[in-house]
């Protein structure tokens, strides 16, 4: 990896030789306080700020010179690092500050100050930081990603230790008396506590520096083990952001290093990272769909988890998402997928359809992510009113009426389902002809008309604003649906378009609290609207005279 240049690399020295000196005064300070210390660091405070100033002027001048882009990660990662490493000297300081009001602290408050503060440990600490900090320069020069770790596992140590040593002091303290003193030492040791917080954020940005890319210690330790996957240097991964979920889950592409630089080379694999929890949920619905259905979810190459995040290594499956075949796509490939993935349905129902009724939960789904929905659109949280003496309920009131309905008109079976399958969740790939599923974290038996309306919405409310693509879009949705009642599984299903409508009210409603276009989440919000009264007009016994309006639904 390109080094940084000659101008760089000594702004950078000098600024950290003063952030070292000016942590040896603050170290200095928690053995010996006294006023003259405390002024001779405070006298120091513009010298960190105008190197730090330096350290980032340099970086701006060599970025315009700098063309590559993983050089050019390294150089904004400089710049974060004299940030952070800036605001390190700033806490340290404050810290002295709270122990050195002039006008309220004398020479008895500071003989008080040491027994009520582990004073010596504070000192011993800041010491430990200030010689992290001064092994910084040789892993920035050296690009050592092995020191960089070594520097975070250093960070947390201290964090645990600076923790230890604060409950011991609380504990043997309990009998002084509240005054001053006290206030300002427990401040004190707060800057302390952000010191090492912020510790650990220069320590992922400089391993971030050292591989090139974004990074902190968990990530590595997961990329590592990808490496010993795929037999080459973890120095040799490439990562790229695909995307990143509404949950947090971030999702990056693979590739070794030489190929990144070729357009369009396939990633070796899919990364994704996130709370524990989710990736959990996602590496079972996996496991799942390969006991149940083989094949149409991707492999996992490696699971790896820390406290309460985790990381999973997963098959990159070659093809194309719905989405993009919608959204540029060729339209014989379109009619294609849309054929290969009703087959594709229609042979899931029946390989896992069982004699156990199910129920959405439709209603329920929605009213739960009302308050989500009202704080983006407060206009669609309508109120009871009368109208030239018409009674008209509010939306809630007849989501309730409906949600009564609701329960009466459960699936006569159930089947395994995605659980949320939007366009961005199904692939396929046209040289082989198959569809592949992703993102299976919601999968479970249930009813089929959750994943069928889903989709159809997803198609909806995609923001493409040109006539004629969204007349296609809506032709989409229409063929995909005449054709899936076709199957036999409907005709069996008296109550089939009613809980498709149920369903369609869902995610047309809770899909507006993602999109900002006022005309596109009113038409979805009045769509909404228009089903749940047509809904509320079915009277027991009637369910299977229903049918779902869809030249009124699906057209633009």
């Not at 001779?40 to 063309?67: I, P, T």
Request: charged share 25%; with cysteine.
């Amino acid at each position: 990896m390109a080094k940084l240049n000659k101008v760089t690399s000594e702004t950078i020295h000098f600024f950290l030789i003063e952030i070292s000196q000016q942590l040896l005064q603050v170290e200095h300070f928690f053995l010996h306080p006294s006023k003259i210390l405390a002024a001779q660091l405070f006298g120091r405070s513009g010298y960190s700020a105008n190197l730090c100033y330096r350290v980032q002027n340099a970086v701006g001048n060599e970025l315009r010179e700098e063309k590559e882009e993983r050089t050019r990660f390294r150089l904004k990662a400089v710049e974060l690092f004299a940030q952070e490493t800036h605001s390190l000297i700033q806490l340290a300081r404050q810290s002295v500050k709270e122990l050195s009001q002039p006008t309220q602290l004398n020479q008895n408050d500071y003989r008080l100050l040491q027994k009520i503060i582990p004073m010596q440990e504070h000192s011993s600490i800041i010491k430990q930081i200030r010689t992290e900090i001064e092994s910084v320069e040789f892993i920035l020069n050296e690009s050592n990603s092995q020191k960089a770790i070594k520097l975070g596992k250093k960070c947390v140590s201290l964090q645990r230790r600076f923790q230890a040593s604060f409950d011991r002091s609380l504990q043997n303290q309990t009998s002084i008396i509240l005054n001053y003193a006290v206030t300002q030492a427990l401040f004190s040791t707060s800057f302390i506590r952000q010191m090492l917080d912020v510790m650990k954020n220069i320590s992922d940005t400089v391993l971030s520096i050292s591989i090139g890319q974004k990074m902190n210690q968990h990530r590595y330790h997961s990329l590592s083990s990808v490496a010993d996957e795929f037999e080459f240097d973890s120095t040799e991964i490439h990562i790229e952001t695909v995307a990143e979920t509404r949950s947090g889950s971030a999702i990056s592409g693979i590739r070794r290093q030489n190929d990144s630089r070729e357009k369009n080379s396939p990633y070796l694999a899919i990364f994704k990272e996130g709370e524990k929890k989710k990736l959990q949920e996602e590496r079972e619905g996996v496991e799942s769909w390969h006991d149940i259905y083989p094949g149409l979810a991707p492999k996992i190459l490696a699971y790896h988890s820390r406290k309460k995040s985790a990381s999973l290594l997963i098959e990159h499956l070659p093809g194309f998402t719905f989405e993009s075949l919608i959204v540029n796509g060729n339209q014989t490939i379109l009619n294609e997928a849309i054929d290969h993935l009703i087959t594709t349905l229609e042979n899931i129902w029946d390989e896992t359809k069982t004699d156990n009724t199910a129920s959405a939960q439709f209603i329920h789904q929605l009213r739960k992510r009302l308050p989500s929905i009202y704080a983006v659109h407060p206009k669609f949280d309508t109120q009871h009113s009368n109208i030239c003496g018409i009674s008209q309920r509010s939306f809630d009131e007849r989501l309730k009426l409906a949600q009564a309905k609701e329960k009466n008109w459960q699936s006569p079976y159930s089947v395994y389902t995605h659980g949320d399958f939007n366009l961005d969740n199904i692939i396929y790939n046209p040289e082989e002809k198959r569809i592949n599923f992703i993102d299976l974290h919601r999968s479970k038996y249930s009813d089929y008309a959750q994943d069928i309306s889903v989709f159809m919405v997803s198609i909806y409310r995609l923001t493409i604003l040109d006539k004629q693509r969204r007349s296609n879009m809506m032709k989409v949705a229409i063929y995909f649906f005449q054709s899936i009642r076709q199957s036999t599984h409907i005709q069996e299903d008296n109550t089939f378009e009613l809980r498709i409508a149920l369903g369609l009210i869902r995610s047309f409603t809770s899909s507006t609290r993602f999109i900002l276009d006022p005309d596109l989440s009113k038409r979805m919000y009045l769509r909404a609207n228009y089903l749940l009264d047509r809904v509320l007009e079915i009277e027991l016994g009637q369910e299977h005279t229903f049918t779902i309006p869809l030249e009124d639904l699906f057209i633009e």
